[in-house]
């Protein structure tokens, strides 16, 4: 099915879009001259596997990484929370993280730094029809990487720069995003729920004590060894709190509860 411009985020309205194999040219080296230009005054959306991985490299929780580091944008069109990186007070509005060798988060930077050039955007559920994402080109003025002579395709750059893995243990994240209780763009959660969305997607610290400080394990009847799993493994949990999302959000069937807490119910 064709995309129109009606279903992507405005500010990529006006960008090429990129089917698969479309090629497109790039190269970005520490010799250009604009290199790191492109961190700094720029909007980069963070996803839960970026402030995971960002908050466990400064060895900080993602409550405080989240404080220190990440702005929330509250606008009346967003229908759900998204979380970006702060850029530096002063004038430079530089990223926190950039020095005078490039990224001093390199291997834990964000998908849309991995992925710059291209960006993505994830259309509006429709009913029957599974959401595709769909990739847009960026091609900003400032950057010389264009001119590169190297020839790419979208798969090829997310080979390249290695973003498979991240976007698997999102899948989940991308099924609540574009779920279809959101068909129309009528329909609102509520705050509790809004809280519970952003706890669980981004703030996985808090969301680990939510699990294991609550009534939670009284409540639901998780498989044997998952308990224990999301004590432990960050990744488990994420995968945890976007399925428990479908319940808490959703109400769909995907948590069963204990018979005790179902006879209080
Ligand atoms: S080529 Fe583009 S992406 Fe690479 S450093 Fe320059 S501005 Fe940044
Ligand atoms: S995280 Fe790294 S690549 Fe992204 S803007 Fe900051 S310094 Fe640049």
């Known amino acids: 099915m064709s995309q129109t411009t009606m279903d992507v985020p405005p500010d990529l309205a006006d960008k090429r879009q ?4 479309e090629p ?5 080296r520490p010799d250009l001259p604009c290199f790191t230009r492109c961190c700094a005054n720029v909007n980069i959306l963070l996803t839960p596997v970026d402030v995971l991985r960002l908050a466990r490299r400064l060895e900080m929780s993602t409550t405080e990484f989240l404080d220190r580091h990440a702005l929330i944008p509250i606008t009346k069109d967003l229908r759900l929370p998204v979380v970006m990186l702060k850029m530096s007070d002063d004038e430079s509005k530089r990223c ?4 005078e060798k490039g990224c001093g988060v390199y291997e834990d ?3 849309s730094c991995r992925m710059y050039p291209v960006a993505m955007a994830v259309p509006p559920a429709r009913a029957g029809v599974e959401p595709k994402p769909i990739h847009f080109l960026l091609e900003d003025d400032f950057c010389e990487g264009h001119g590169e002579p190297r020839k790419w395709a ?9 973003v498979a893995r991240s976007e698997e243990l999102e899948a989940g994240f991308r099924e609540i995003v574009s779920h279809p209780w959101f068909i129309g763009g009528e329909r609102r959660l509520d705050p509790k729920r809004l809280d519970m969305f952003f706890t669980a997607c981004y703030d996985l610290d808090k969301f680990r004590a939510f ?11 998780l498989e044997p060894g998952l308990v224990e799993s999301l004590r432990e493994d960050d990744d488990a949990l994420l995968r945890f709190g976007f399925r428990w999302l479908k319940l808490a959000l959703f109400g769909e069937p995907v948590l069963p509860m204990k018979d005790s807490a179902r006879r209080t119910a």
């Open 18 to 21: 990129l089917s698969d194999d």
């Open 24 to 28: 497109f040219c790039f190269g970005c």
């Open 96 to 99: 926190s993280f950039v020095t």
């Open 109 to 111: 930077r964000p998908w």
């Open 154 to 162: 979208v798969n090829e750059w997310r080979e390249d720069q290695d």
């Open 211 to 221: 699990v294991f400080e609550s009534t939670f394990l009284e409540r639901f009847d």
